[in-house]
């Protein structure tokens, strides 16, 4: 009987065990099925949420621009239509401009799998440069009745522009942008691609808004209002703030941002350099000679011969698929989040992963560029490197401004159009501008962009991918000569073998020409030493 008994308490035990369990286990699948239904609800995936949405996009015509509606159109097909900003230029109005931007390659694998989607995009005439953007009354009501996500990527990107043209196509037109949003009935998200050097006084820049430099209200009216001469005096003072006009102007923007979204949701990414496409639609994308990619160019057909850097100071760049993946992502969760949201702006610093100095970078680029060598290079590509601004100075009248006078000659005598001189003062002023991002390191802080990156569903993780670790860094770069050959310079690969060849010759000229000039010095120092002894 005690046994029995024992046995009875013991079944007891065990059916109760089991029951707990049965109860863990079922909320635990209760669990798993939410985290799996907000995973995995298909309704929140990026392609669904675009689905039926009207965008408008301002900087249509630029490098971002262009990517961007690439990738809309490519992976997010049911979008309902995209507004572009554009203005007529020269003799082509907006709908030519979009036909010649859409003959591109860059839409070459979007034409051969969805070529439908074209008939989404909606030119609409306007300049950001004008003030309220130049938008036609009827233009501005039909944005505001249906325009529900707005990317204002628009911009003058050039560092030594004036200041007016600066606060013009930069600050009050985002300015204006922000007074479009507050009028568009159904906006559920502004996002507004700024710089990842916005705030260069910050050594380590977080993902949070900083206080301007300058109230914008005021900077906006007083570039109105003031004649150039006042105006070049009031830039230099600005310049004592921030290396160059593009910067201050994008600062003020961001606090622009900050400003109206009290009233609408608004987020920012902050984009460093943007360098030629990683893998979307294809590697090696790029239609943007502004900045280092101009001074890489001239280097690698020999024409840059000293530049003013610090090798040491890494190179903060980021391939422009990924900055647009960061765009379309951003806006996706802004847009989600639209009806639970605050005043608070979200911030997104989208910025290198794989740091190379300068110096490495560089020597990697040579390495590249002598296997794939630009055609009708006029020296070896070496390129002296210093942060002396004096030696930088008087390396630049030795190596490049002597040598294009005397070229500029020979070709005016021969009945040519003198340019390399021209040129030659481009580089020196690029040069000047973009050295200011190579005397400084600035640390930047991910935490959004990881906190984002967790969000994406599983279904679009790879289509919208914000990690680029893992890339090979030496085909990247192949692929960005490549690109830059074919894009820029308008190159055939088919005669790359041609190319090869003319690059041993020069580098034979030089090797000549270097070795025939030493022994002359060194003659002439003996005859000299002779002579003295004597």
Not at 191 to 201: D, E, G
Not at 478 to 492: C, P, R, S, W
Request: glycine content about 4%; overall charge positive; hydrophobic content about 45%.
């Amino acid at each position: 009987m005690q046994r029995l008994d024992q046995r009875t308490a013991i079944k007891s035990q065990f059916n109760s065990c089991i029951g707990s369990y049965k109860c863990l286990f079922q909320l635990f699948l209760r669990l798993l099925f939410k985290i799996n239904k907000m995973t995995f609800d298909p309704t929140k995936s990026i392609p669904a949420f675009y689905a039926g949405q009207s965008i408008l996009l301002t900087g249509s015509t630029g490098f971002l621009g262009k990517v961007f509606i690439e990738k809309v159109l490519r992976s997010c097909p049911d979008v309902h239509e995209i507004f572009l900003l554009m203005r007529p230029k020269k003799e082509l109005n907006i709908n030519k401009r979009l036909e010649k931007i859409l003959n591109l390659p860059l839409f070459d694998k979007l034409r051969e799998e969805q070529p439908s989607n074209f008939e989404k995009l909606v030119p609409i005439s306007g300049d950001v440069n004008e003030k309220g953007l130049n938008l036609s009354v009827v233009d501005r009501q039909m944005l505001i009745e249906r325009v529900t996500i707005i990317i204002h990527a628009a911009a003058n990107v050039k560092f030594d522009i004036n200041l007016k043209d600066a606060i013009f196509a930069n600050t009050r037109a985002t300015r204006d942008i922000c007074i479009l949003a507050q009028s568009v009935k159904n906006l559920k998200a502004l996002l507004y691609v700024s710089t990842a050097f916005t705030h260069v006084n910050e050594p380590f820049l977080e993902e949070k808004l900083y206080p301007p430099i300058a109230n914008w209200q005021k900077i906006i009216e007083m570039t109105e209002i003031l004649d150039e001469h006042t105006l070049n005096v009031f830039t230099a003072k600005c310049l004592d703030y921030s290396p160059n006009t593009y910067i201050f102007s994008k600062n003020l923007s961001e606090s622009i941002i900050q400003d109206y979204s009290s009233f609408i949701p608004c987020a920012i990414v902050r984009p460093s350099i943007v360098m030629p496409t990683l893998k979307e639609p294809f590697p090696g994308w790029i239609d943007n000679i502004y900045g280092p990619i101009g001074l890489f160019i001239g280097g690698g057909k020999g024409i840059v011969r000293v530049a003013c850097l610090n090798e040491s100071v890494n190179e903060e760049a980021v391939p422009v698929d990924t900055v647009i993946n960061a765009v379309i992502i951003a806006a996706w969760k802004l847009g989600l989040t639209t009806s639970e949201r605050d005043s608070t702006v979200f911030v997104l610093n989208c910025t290198n992963q794989k740091l190379l100095t300068y110096k490495e970078s560089i020597k990697l680029l040579f390495s590249v560029n002598n296997e794939v060598p630009m055609e009708g290079i006029v020296w070896t590509p070496h390129t002296i490197f210093t942060d002396s601004f004096v030696l930088f100075y008087i390396l630049t009248i030795l190596l490049h401004i002597l040598p294009a006078i005397l070229v500029d000659l020979i070709l005016k005598f021969s009945g040519r159009r003198p340019m390399l001189l021209r040129l030659q003062r481009k580089v020196y002023v690029a040069n000047c501008a973009v050295s200011y991002f190579s005397f400084h390191n600035w640390k930047y802080s991910n935490a959004n962009k990881l906190a984002l990156m967790s969000t994406i569903p599983p279904c679009n993780q790879d289509m919208f991918s914000l990690d680029y670790s893992s890339y090979d860094i030496r085909e990247y770069i192949m692929n960005g000569i490549i690109g830059a050959k074919k894009f820029l310079l308008h190159e055939d690969m088919n005669r790359l073998d041609a190319a090869r060849a003319h690059f041993k010759r020069v580098y034979v000229f030089v090797t000549v020409l270097k070795t025939v000039i030493y022994v002359v010095v060194l003659w002439l120092m003996y005859k000299w030493l002779n002579s003295y002894m004597l």
